[in-house]
């Protein structure tokens, strides 16, 4: 069964400290994993995907198999990165009715 | 452009009643999804479409029915609401089953008393 867990409900660092929201899987294939972020009074968008290897608002993550994990990182957070969180995951077909979100870690940095 | 567009943005219901949530986007997804997001538990999934005429059950199907008669609008029904499923909900959209990144509305918050 697929599953992701997000160990941290709440994250709270100061700015400019590096961050780390981490991400847990479970998958018997090989997965896709994806970072959502829902600012204050904003919808919940799409932050990176494992795929496009790519840094997005100085944000990266790397999927790891070995550990299966996909932990997001920052290494100097901003106050405007306060938001909630979450990891998702999807198998290769029909993304959207296998796609599976974590709890959510809600980040807070504080000045 | 708007997007998806959910409503109403808030609602307090009586347990037993009937309630729709709406849900229209103008982007020409062939995809979309019904979601409620509850503490602790994420965002999980109660129905999804993956074309216009067709539905299918999420993680969390039970008391909730959907339809889908055109590609635009995903309406959501509870036909007897009970307090378990005061929520807040999401649709969502996608260009196709294919693609990760979903398109989400501004979500319903949706007590049932």
């Known amino acids: 069964a697929q599953r992701v867990t997000q160990p941290e409900k709440l994250l709270s660092v100061f700015k400019g400290a590096p961050v780390e929201l981490k991400c847990n899987y479970s998958?018997?294939?090989?997965?896709?994993l994806f970072w959502y972020v829902q600012y204050s009074r904003q919808r919940l968008q799409l932050l990176l995907r494992?795929?496009s290897r790519e840094s997005i608002k100085g944000f990266t993550a790397d999927l790891n198999k070995g550990e299966t994990s996909f932990h997001l990182k920052k290494p100097f957070a901003q106050e405007e990165d306060s938001a909630m969180y979450y990891c998702?995951?999807?198998?290769?077909?029909?993304?959207?009715?296998?796609?599976?979100f974590g709890p959510g870690t809600r980040l807070s940095v504080l000045p | 452009i708007a997007g998806i567009t959910q409503a109403p943005t808030s609602q307090i219901l009586a347990a037993g009643r009937r309630m729709t949530l709406r849900c229209t986007q103008d982007?020409?997804?062939?995809?979309m999804y019904w979601y409620r997001q509850d503490l602790g538990l994420g965002l999980r999934l109660i129905h999804y479409?993956?074309?216009?005429?067709?539905?299918g059950k999420g993680e969390v199907p039970d008391g909730y029915s959907v339809s889908r008669a055109n590609t635009d609008d995903f309406p959501l029904t509870l036909a007897s609401a009970v307090p378990s499923q005061t929520s807040v909900y999401f649709c969502?959209?996608?260009?196709?089953?294919?693609?990760?990144?979903?398109?989400f509305g501004e979500g319903s918050r949706l007590t049932v008393l």
């Open positions: 479409s993956n074309t216009a005429g067709t539905t």
């Open positions: 998958y018997s294939g090989s997965p896709e």
């Open positions: 982007m020409r997804h062939n995809a």
């Open positions: 969502a959209s996608s260009q196709g089953v294919r693609t990760g990144e979903l398109f």
């Open positions: 494992h795929i």
């Open positions: 998702a995951l999807s198998g290769l077909r029909n993304y959207g009715q296998n796609f599976v």
